[in-house]
DNA sequence: TATGTGACATCAA
DNA sequence: CTTGATGCCACAT
């Protein structure tokens, strides 16, 4: 409780329940947990993720859909492999048709 | 302790 | 459309 890592738990649990196919944004989490403007946190939170394995880390993309964390998995190709391999179609490092997989926790999720 | 950085988002000009 | 500034929080040095 009330633990400095508090808000990484947080985004982990929302993060963990991404449906399988769909993606969200750093934003649309932080909005969730009440901060629009701590996004960046969540960005630190996918960070410190790598120990954790449950947690679909490539289903997080900035607010149009690129994949700017890619280059912090292990293979370049890593992130954009897993997005196609749930049916995503990814142009030029960019989820194709963003909207249409976009899952926003605060609307789905409550 | 203080300063800088970051897988971001939003606003003003 | 672009650019610069600001907010947020955790972490590195």
Known sequence: MSKNTDFFQRVYRVVKKIPHGKVTTYGAIANYLGSRKSARVVGWAMNSSHTNKDIPAHRVVNR??????KKHFFGI???KQLLENEGLVIENDQIKDFKKFFWDPSKELQ
């Open 64 to 69: 149009v859909g690129l994949l700017t964390g």
């Open 77 to 79: 190709n890593l992130m």
